[in-house]
């Protein structure tokens, strides 16, 4: 079966550190993967998401930036972040498209993330 | 206009009740439809899938998609304590890969 681990699950940084949150899956090859922010009650924000290694979409203009080494990690960074940054972020795996798979997300446990 | 709509609640329920839980959309091609439950400071955990429209039941939960209406619903049946959470609902076009919409999610809360 398929697992999502994301780490670390609870962050305190101050304004102008750096961030770096990692995202593995088990179980699957070649997923899909995406980076959502979840403010308190305005739903989930897409950040990035990636259909094979190296390849990342950017969907909201912002300071952070998400890479992909290898096949099943996803890391989402920021050089200095702001206070804005705050919130909960959940990573999320789906299977590659192709004929016969389900379209359908699976999210990780989160980091929730606290910008002072 | 949000490509979804859901009432945010919050909704209290004593035990036992059956809750109905629903979201609009807008956009015809949508074909898969989602429910999530988000227990707090937790991820999402799928609870139902459905392709199209029609009704989909597993154990206490039915999924309903009125895609002529644009309106998904998800029942609860004999609702439990546990089933205390925040439901989001989603939805996606085939093949497009990577865009999924979210509602903003109705915050559960059931009565012992």
């Known amino acids: 079966s398929q697992t999502i681990h994301q780490w670390p699950a609870t962050l305190v940084q101050p304004v102008g550190s750096p961030l770096s949150l990692e995202c593995t899956v088990e179980?699957?090859?070649?997923?899909?993967l995406y980076w959502y922010r979840q403010a308190a009650g305005r739903g989930l924000q897409l950040l990035f998401y990636?259909?094979?290694?190296?390849?990342i979409s950017s969907e909201v203009p912002q300071n952070l930036s998400a890479s992909r080494p290898q096949d099943r990690q996803f890391i989402l960074s920021s050089k200095k972040l702001l206070l804005s940054d705050s919130g909960f972020y959940l990573c999320?795996?789906?299977?590659?498209?192709?004929?016969?798979?389900?379209?359908?997300?699976?999210f990780g446990p989160g980091t929730r993330l606290t910008v002072l | 206009q949000k490509e979804v709509e859901q009432d945010p609640g919050p909704l209290s329920v004593p035990e036992g009740a059956i809750v109905s839980l629903n979201c609009t959309y807008s956009?015809?091609?949508?074909?898969?439809f989602m429910w999530y439950r988000q227990y707090s400071r937790k991820g999402p955990e799928l609870l139902m899938y459905?392709?199209?429209?029609g009704n989909k039941e597993d154990g206490r939960f039915t999924a309903q998609v009125d895609k002529s209406s644009k309106y998904i619903s998800l029942f609860i049946r004999d609702s439990q304590p546990s089933d205390s959470a925040t439901y989001l609902c989603?939805?996606?076009?085939?093949?497009?890969?990577?865009?999924?919409?979210f509602g903003t999610g109705t915050s559960l809360t059931v009565i012992p």
């Open positions: 999320a795996w789906k299977p590659p498209t192709s004929g016969g798979s389900t379209d359908t997300q699976y």
């Open positions: 179980g699957t090859s070649n997923p899909n």
């Open positions: 990636s259909v094979g290694i190296g390849q």
């Open positions: 956009n015809s091609a949508f074909q898969y």
């Open positions: 459905t392709y199209s429209s």
């Open positions: 989603a939805m996606s076009v085939p093949n497009t890969g990577n865009q999924f919409y």
